[in-house]
């Protein structure tokens, strides 16, 4: 495998940028509609020290659905496997949109922890007396993953989230109603949209896929910020689940551990080597990043490390 190079990041920049024109922001949440469709980040570290940017990789971005994944490592912390798993939030793949409602009818259960209704089971697992303690304990573990003291909320994103929110609350009260949701459901939503509000950048997430990769410790100050076992299903949970309902053909092409956010984020944890963070928040039908994808596909052909 070669190493990764800073012209190789350039030339994954350049090849990612040719496909801004085929997407464009998520216009369902209204923050997001203006946001410039052409900027396109990337940033490398790897666990050997290697730290590479290139492009918009320092400008903040409202984190979406990868703060799912921050979320869940909280809650195995928290609650442990079997309780969130055996009674919470399955772990399979759905082909449906990440707010579908449709299977919570007869299964009960939402079907992963990334889909909409299983982050918000998942948000309601984590230990806190009020929802205020609940987003507090999360924003120091985020900011602990990213490895970064510049994360932070993003208060318009948070009040269109919250103002747009109506699919969420029907995911929500619902999950109440059938027993699957802890506590008061309002503060549980607010805690969700406050984390998918959150600023943060490619360098940040590459960080938290670092971690990620690294078995759940950070290379950087060597702490251990997660257990290796739960670092592990998050991997296995992002191959299958991460990247939306285009996860199979992204696995496919690409076969980075990954979660994308609808802010044009996408976080890549490749095991023992490195975390990749893109942004582009010019986005393809299924809410996923068109030249972050590029991007991680051109180093997935470049370094010969696809998963499969």
Known sequence: MPNITQA??????????????????????PYLRHVDRDLVGISVQTADGQRLSAGDAQTRFTVQSIAKVVALALAL??????????????????????????RLETDKKPYNPFINAGAIAVVGAIKGRTGTEKFERLFRFFEKLCGSKGISLCGEAYLSERETGDKNRALAYHLKATKM???????????????CSLYVTAEDIAHLALVLANRGVDPVTGERLMAAE???????????????????EFAVKVGFPSKSGVG?????????????????????????????????EY???????RLF
């Open 230 to 248: 739960h670092a592990r299903i998050i991997r296995a949970l992002m191959v299958t689940c991460g990247m939306y309902e285009g996860s199979g």
């Open 181 to 195: 949701l802890e506590g008061d459901v309002g503060e549980n939503l607010d805690v969700y949209f406050r984390m």
């Open 299 to 305: 180093l997935a052909k470049a370094m010969d490390i």
């Open 77 to 102: 912390q928290d609650r442990g496997e079997k309780y969130l798993f055996s009674g919470r939030v399955g772990l399979e793949p759905t082909g449906d949109p990440f707010n579908s409602i449709i």
């Open 8 to 29: 190789m990041l350039e030339e994954a920049l350049a090849y990612g940028r040719t496909f801004t024109s085929q997407g464009k922001t998520a216009q369902y949440i």
């Open 264 to 296: 044009g984020g996408i976080a890549s944890a490749m095991l023992d080597r490195m975390g990749i963070g893109v942004f582009g928040p010019a986005l393809d039908g299924r809410g996923n990043s068109v030249a972050g994808i590029a991007m991680l």
